[in-house]
């Protein structure tokens, strides 16, 4: 089983949409969460720290569900520039201390 | 304030020949990782480094290597180079590995083409 599996879409909304994106981990001992996007051709950005039970930023909500280890981001008012692969990532401790895990991604794609 | 810096951006390389990447962290951070994407692949974990130190590493064959330098700047050296080899390389940098701080920010990345 992948450490971080996504739902690789693609995702095609027009804008103002309100879209979910959906994640599961593997590592019950995962201390860490964060959303990433990542341009075509370009490195990933960080989009999002997931550290508690959730939080929001602007048209950006990220959940976090520990005893179901699962993540979730949803965008508000779709953007054009939202356009995007969005990742999912998660951090552990222990042996793997360091090292991050990437969802394959989820596409995004916001028409006019 | 700089970002992550890498060079070079694109490199083609024959098989069997050896690449050398570099990273330059942003000031202030201490921590470098190595991740490979290939394409159509999600990104997978090659190294990190820490105050000079490999501290953990992905599963990669050895010839993978790399290290870092006291300006906390790092290599990356890909040996005996093979066709799958190519992918883009990105670095990371974070000021430290636990707490908050962790963090990882991304440099550009590295195109490695092996012919």
């Known amino acids: 089983r992948k450490e971080v599996e996504q739902d690789p879409g693609p995702f095609n909304v027009p804008e103002g949409a309100t879209v979910a994106f959906n994640c599961t981990y593997s590592?019950?001992?995962?201390?860490?969460f964060f959303w990433y996007r990542q341009d075509c051709r370009k490195e990933p950005k960080l989009l999002m720290s997931v550290y508690s039970s959730g939080n929001e930023d602007g048209r950006f909500t990220a959940q976090l569900n520990r005893a179901s280890q699962y993540i979730s981001l949803l965008i508000r008012d779709s953007k054009l520039s939202d356009s995007a692969t969005y990742l999912c990532v998660v951090n552990s401790e222990g042996s793997t201390l360091g090292r991050l895990y990437f969802g394959r991604g989820t596409q995004l794609t916001v028409w006019p | 304030e700089a970002g992550v810096t890498q060079s070079p951006t694109h490199l083609i390389k024959t098989r069997g020949q050896q690449a050398t990447l570099r990273c330059s962290p942003i000031s202030g951070h201490t921590s470098v990782y190595w991740y490979q994407q290939a394409l159509g692949l999600g990104l997978q974990f090659l190294l990190w480094y820490d105050e000079g130190e490999e501290r953990n590493r992905g599963n990669f064959p050895p010839r993978f290597s790399g290290r870092q330098f006291p300006n906390y700047s790092s290599e990356l050296n890909v040996n005996a180079l093979e066709l799958e080899d190519s992918a883009l390389y990105l670095c990371?940098?974070?000021?430290?590995?636990?707490?908050?701080?962790?963090?990882?920010?991304f440099g550009p990345g590295t195109r490695l083409l092996v012919l």
């Open positions: 990371a940098s974070s000021l430290t590995v636990y707490g908050p701080q962790e963090t990882q920010y």
């Open positions: 590592n019950s001992a995962s201390q860490s």
